[in-house]
């Protein structure tokens, strides 16, 4: 099968000044460019490096040109990409780069020093590269691409035996600890089919990325763009304050992202882009409970849906679909799921459990270096996602929660995120997570994390029982109610709530 470089440089013929990549503070790429960048990070790594299939790279910068070129670059020549949050610390580097064993680190000037401190001793990398600006010890890209022959990679020879075109590290949002997912390289190259069999994606198309590309997610909206001649629209960093304002400009037609960037730009005064845009369709991952809000507001089609890293493109219900309240779909073409309880038994309609994917279905094979992890996820030929919900008699999928999120209240399962969304409404809450909080008679109580909206007051458990009556049932409102500035979160905007559960022990 193709890669994504062959199918980028197939359209640098076809539509050579068409403009693939556009950015508000790093300028833009035409198809051209773009292939003709790839092509000379290709012929480097092949060439300078002797890198090949079994070899990966780090790619550890913000949303950039330089991160899709880079990306292209390694396809090329069957490097895996290992992309990881521009935020992390140095050790959470070192591991990265002894777990993966990345032989080179992709960087932008502002961490390449730490990069360069980082990897010294580590006799398997070959070089840090700053893809920015030049850097005392670190390579330069530009200097890499500048000495590259002319036209290098438009002969390159197809790649035999690619399987891991990316390895893709968890958020850790339930562990604290990443896990390794390595990714088919087809996810790449034909990566736009799911986004074809949702909302019709063509070469027309404009997707806007504002989540980093670390993310499956963000790596999604870019890459199903590319394998179709489409162009993407980024944001080097995401700025609630000027996203309209970047969607007037560019006028991107799709927008997939996730739950903490709608709640961000939900809170926003209304601004006069919001219903005169380009958007012809958002895909809002983890938003089901309050997708007809978003409609509403921003008179564009939203589509639920539902996945995960491991699982890629789980589920989603179709535009020319009635949709269904709090559901998120049903799976994709090829997509096999069901519903398990704790016994193995396959859960009656209706009735919650674990969700899980036939495990040839969605191509998961375990985590990287890790059996522990993945003989965890692991039940025969399932991969368990660790996440409860229910089906219908249609076989549209309900989602209600973690299992680790869930609060099991005097024999009652509470879903954090049913309660979540009754608190955001009250005028007080600007941001909240709720999560389960140890107690001797009940097993676990309702405890809820507030960051307050602008001048106003914790409410108190009365004032959210009032507020929230006839949406809660009484026994789920907070009965710990505490104020914090801001909820700790992922680089992709997750709530790290492992970290709010040790305020408890």
């Given at each position: ?10 359209f640098s013929?076809?539509w050579?000044?068409?403009?693939a ?6 300028g ?10 790839g092509?000379a ?11 090949g299939?079994?070899d990966?790279a780090c ?8 991160y ?6 390694m396809?090329?020549?069957g490097?895996a990409?290992?992309p ?8 959470e580097?070192?591991?990265v780069?002894g ?5 080179l ?11 360069l401190a ?6 398997w ?8 600006e030049?850097?005392d010890g670190a390579l ?8 590259a ?6 002969d390159?020879?197809p ?7 990316n ?5 850790g949002?339930t ?10 390289p087809?996810?790449?190259?034909g ?10 994606l063509?070469h ?6 504002v ?11 870019a890459?199903s ?8 629209v980024?944001?080097r960093?995401?700025?609630a304050?000027?996203?309209?304002s970047?969607?007037?400009?560019y006028?991107p037609?799709y ?7 709608v709640?961000i ?15 012809r369709?958002?895909i809002p991952l983890?938003?089901?409970p309050?997708?007809d809000?978003?409609?509403e ?5 939203c ?5 995960m890293?491991?699982?890629g ?9 009635a949709?269904?309240p709090?559901s998120v779909?049903?799976?994709f ?11 193995g038994r396959?859960a ?11 495990r040839?279905s969605?191509?998961f094979?375990g985590?990287?270096?890790?059996a522990e992890?993945?003989?965890a996820?692991?039940a025969?030929d399932?991969f ?20 680790k999120d869930i ?7 509470l879903?954090t ?5 009754a608190?955001?409404t009250?005028p007080?809450?600007?941001?909240v997570?709720?999560?389960a909080?140890p107690?001797?008679v009940?097993?676990?109580?309702v405890a ?12 108190t ?9 006839g949406i ?11 104020t914090?500035?801001e909820?700790?979160r992922?680089?992709?905007g997750?709530?790290e709530k492992?970290?709010?559960r040790?305020?408890?022990?």
């Amino acid at each position: 099968m193709p890669t994504l470089y062959d199918v980028v440089r197939d359209f640098s013929n076809t539509w050579p000044e068409k403009l693939a990549l556009l950015t508000e503070q790093d300028g833009h790429r035409t198809y051209r460019e773009l292939a003709a960048r790839g092509g000379a990070i290709a012929h480097q790594l092949q060439n300078r490096f002797g890198l090949g299939l079994g070899d990966r790279a780090c790619l550890w910068m913000r949303n950039r040109p330089e991160y899709i070129e880079c990306q292209l670059g390694m396809q090329a020549v069957g490097v895996a990409g290992v992309p990881i949050n521009p935020e992390w610390s140095d050790p959470e580097l070192e591991f990265v780069l002894g777990h993966s064993r990345c032989s080179l680190v992709f960087t932008e000037a502002e961490r390449a020093e730490r990069a360069l401190a980082v990897t010294a001793c580590m006799d398997w990398v070959d070089a840090v590269v700053s893809v920015d600006e030049p850097v005392d010890g670190a390579l330069w890209l530009a200097d890499l691409i500048h000495d590259a022959p002319e036209g290098a990679g438009l002969d390159l020879p197809p790649v035999d035996g690619f399987v891991e075109g990316n390895v893709l590290y968890t958020s850790g949002t339930t562990t604290g600890r990443p896990k390794a997912v390595p990714m088919s390289p087809e996810l790449f190259s034909g990566g736009a089919v799911p986004y074809e069999e949702m909302f019709g994606l063509s070469h027309t198309d404009r997707s806007l990325v504002v989540t980093p590309l670390f993310h499956g997610n963000a790596m999604g909206g870019a890459m199903s763009a590319l394998s179709r001649g489409a162009s993407v629209v980024m944001q080097r960093k995401f700025s609630a304050s000027r996203f309209w304002s970047l969607v007037d400009l560019y006028r991107p037609t799709y927008f997939l992202t996730l739950v903490p960037i709608v709640n961000i730009l939900m809170t926003l005064p209304p601004g006069p882009y919001e219903k005169s845009h380009s958007l012809r369709v958002m895909i809002p991952l983890g938003c089901a409970p309050i997708i007809d809000q978003i409609e509403e507001r921003y008179g564009v089609p939203c589509m639920d849906w539902y996945g995960m890293t491991e699982a890629g493109s789980g589920t989603y219900t179709r535009l020319d679909e009635a949709r269904r309240p709090g559901s998120v779909g049903k799976p994709f073409e090829g997509s096999v799921l069901r519903i398990f309880l704790p016994d193995g038994r396959e859960a009656p309609v209706g009735e919650p459990g674990e969700i899980c994917f036939l495990r040839s279905s969605i191509g998961f094979n375990g985590y990287l270096e890790d059996a522990e992890a993945t003989g965890a996820a692991v039940a025969g030929d399932w991969f368990r996602t660790g996440d409860l919900g229910y089906m219908d008699s249609d076989g549209y999928l309900y989602f209600v929660d973690r299992q680790k999120d869930i609060v099991r209240r005097g024999g009652e399962n509470l879903s954090t995120i049913e309660v979540e969304t009754a608190l955001r409404t009250h005028p007080a809450v600007a941001d909240v997570a709720v999560v389960a909080r140890p107690d001797p008679v009940l097993g676990e109580t309702v405890a809820a994390f507030i960051v307050l909206a602008d001048g106003c007051e914790l409410p108190t458990e009365d004032n959210l029982r009032t507020h929230t009556q006839g949406i809660l049932a009484p026994y789920k409102v907070p009965t710990t109610i505490e104020t914090i500035h801001e909820l700790p979160r992922t680089g992709n905007g997750k709530v790290e709530k492992f970290r709010l559960r040790r305020r408890f022990t």
